[in-house]
């Protein structure tokens, strides 16, 4: 059974800085691209940032680019997201999910999320 | 950016009744089109992916067609569980979404 963990959520003050994870199992983690998206409260979807099974290549959104940086351990079955920089505008939950396929492809399984809450 | 648009914002159906969600891309997709199921306090569900290709475990009241910039997802019978929020997702060009249609008991 594909199982996605994420954890590393909490209250930042903003400008400040928090790291991520999820932590994959019921799959070969290293044949998927994983990927980001998170949820503001009461919003939609939005795509923030994926990488191939390799971790050779990352594509994340505008909106966080220079912010944001997506990796992973395959030989932990874990994904990551370093966030800096943050502003109230990336108060949301964020899920890992995972593409069976790659990049380019739809997202097969999601995490239960972990809430970031940025505020002074 | 491929802009996707999504139609009703809200749609209000008694159960039993059929559903009809529309999405609309900015620009061609092709068919890498894929719908979500979302209900509160959960996280997103793949239903259909490659625009009409049910996901495993799928029910077959839940159907996807469409393709280029013009996608219908159908839920034929709609069940207690169905009503939710439904985003479509285009990834033919990076990844985006549409805004969700709720789907509400009428």
């Known amino acids: 059974e594909v199982q996605l963990l994420e954890s590393g959520g909490g209250l930042v003050q903003p400008g400040g800085s928090l790291r991520l994870s999820c932590a994959a199992s019921?799959?070969?983690?290293?044949?998927?691209?994983m990927s980001w998206v998170r949820q503001a409260p009461g919003k939609g979807l939005e795509w923030v940032s994926s990488?191939?099974?390799?971790?050779?290549?990352?594509y994340s959104a505008d909106s966080v680019k220079g912010r944001f940086t997506i990796s992973r351990d395959n030989s932990k079955s874990t994904l990551y997201l370093q966030i800096n920089s943050l502003t109230a505008e990336d108060t949301a939950v964020y899920y890992c999910?995972?593409?069976?396929?790659?990049?380019?492809?739809?997202?097969?399984?999601w995490g239960q999320g972990t809430l970031v809450t940025v505020s002074s | 950016e491929i802009v996707m648009t999504q139609s009703p914002a809200t749609l209000s159906v008694s159960p039993g009744e059929r559903a009809t969600l529309s999405c609309r891309a900015s620009?061609?997709?092709?068919?890498?089109l894929a719908w979500y199921q979302q209900k509160p306090g959960q996280a997103p569900r793949l239903l259909i992916y490659?625009?009409?290709t049910r996901a495993t475990g799928i029910p077959a009241r839940f159907s996807g067609s469409g393709s280029g910039t013009e996608f219908t997802l159908t839920i034929s019978s709609l069940q207690s569980e169905d009503f939710a929020v439904y985003y479509c997702?285009?990834?033919?060009?990076?990844?985006?979404f549409g805004q969700g249609t709720k789907v509400e008991i009428k």
């Open positions: 999910a995972s593409s069976r396929w790659g990049l380019s492809s739809y997202f097969d399984y």
């Open positions: 019921g799959f070969t983690f290293s044949s998927f691209a």
């Open positions: 990488i191939s099974g390799s971790g050779g290549r990352t």
């Open positions: 620009q061609s997709v092709s068919s890498n």
């Open positions: 490659g625009a009409s």
């Open positions: 997702q285009q990834y033919n060009n990076w990844w985006t």
